[in-house]
């Protein structure tokens, strides 16, 4: 059974996924990465000399704002806000009985 991803969810793939995720070729992404559109570290992480993962959230932001710059930027600050790593820490008393 192939699972379903909901479009909310985050999810790292490799190139071939993340290329039929937004409906274009392993080929242009690797042209986006060269052109700059794409930026490791950012769009992509590289596991190893041979494996990149790619965000597939922010791939569909670079794409639906291609020729905006500005709000894909402001489209990478939300997301990165929204990670885990970056949320403040709410410290609970615990009552002890």
């Not at 992480?45 to 990149?52: A, H, L, N, V």
């Amino acid at each position: 059974m192939t699972k379903q991803f909901d479009q909310r969810e985050r999810f790292f793939a490799q190139v071939n996924v993340a290329a039929h995720l937004c409906g274009v070729s392993d080929s242009t992404i690797d042209e986006w990465i060269k052109i700059g559109k794409l930026v490791e570290r950012v769009h992509f992480i590289r596991t190893s000399d041979r494996m990149r993962l790619f965000n597939v959230e922010l791939l569909r932001d670079r794409i639906a704002n291609w020729d905006d710059d500005v709000a894909h930027q402001k489209g990478i600050q939300v997301y990165q806000a929204s990670l885990l790593s970056n949320q403040s820490l709410q410290r609970h008393k615990v009552k002890n009985n």
